[in-house]
């Protein structure tokens, strides 16, 4: 029997009930591409993490919190919403691991903004009063149907996969990249100009994307492709 690629998924916080969980849609855009996720300890311990990141082929960088401005060296706004130490910690450890060796790593939503923040990058704490509310950043109920297009950079890994330079995606979401990480390379952005795809020229796989392909995998093949790319690579 081959072995799928056991993906090493960062969970969610839940501080009011004390408790850790997860959108089903991230296992499930896992299992359906091929790999077998499982839900990691939320743990900053540094012999934990690295066995961990020998233990996992590749890791997903979930949604959830808002990233700490501390990471980024800013004062917290008062748009700024609840942030978690406990990821901001853990996520800080498991990026530097995965990319030391190389393992892919798929970044969702809080995913693109930690990672762009980790590397040196800085974020809009709230983008209708930073940036701009021009369009639908955070979107209602449905999420699996679009609410604005992104352009899509040609020559770039992910344009390379859909073969579009335009891509309908949902949003929800009211951070975002400020000024790129120099280690981080734009492959997509919104009409208002917000980045909105990112990846690593120097790794493997490292991408990220700020809109949701967990909910949307089941009926947009573009979704379920990158959810195939990233598995592919591990």
């Known amino acids: 029997m081959s072995q799928k690629p056991v993906i090493g998924v960062i969970p969610l916080i839940d501080y009011v009930k004390s408790s850790y969980w997860m959108l089903p849609g991230y296992f499930g855009g896992i299992i359906e591409a091929g790999g077998l996720p499982i839900m990691l300890p939320l743990t900053s311990e540094n012999t934990h993490i690295e066995q961990i990141t020998e233990m996992c082929s590749g890791f997903l960088f979930t949604g959830g919190q808002d990233v ?38 798929l970044g969702i939503c809080r995913g693109i903004q930690f990672m762009n923040a980790s590397l040196g990058g800085t974020l809009w704490q709230d983008i209708p009063s930073q940036f701009s509310d021009t369009i639908t950043h955070c979107q209602k109920p449905p999420y699996d149907v679009p609410s604005h297009e992104v352009y899509i950079d040609s020559g770039t890994p992910l344009y390379e996969l859909l ?46 994307v700020q809109w949701h392909p967990e909910f949307s995998y089941t009926r947009d093949d573009n979704s379920l492709n990158i959810f195939k790319e990233f598995i592919r690579h591990c």
Request: aromatic letters at 8%; proline letters at 7%; a positive charge.
């Open 68 to 105: 700490s401005p501390e990471i980024y060296s800013a004062r917290k706004i008062g748009a700024c919403g609840e942030c978690s130490p406990e990821r901001d910690a853990m996520e800080t450890l498991l990026l530097k691991y995965a990319m030391q060796f190389d393992k892919p790593v």
């Open 163 to 208: 073969k579009t330079k335009e891509l309908p995606v949902n949003s929800y979401h009211h951070q975002g990249i400020r000024l790129l990480s120099e280690k981080l390379k734009s492959m997509a952005k919104a009409p208002d100009g917000l980045i909105e795809a990112v990846y690593s020229p120097k790794h493997k796989f490292l991408w990220a």
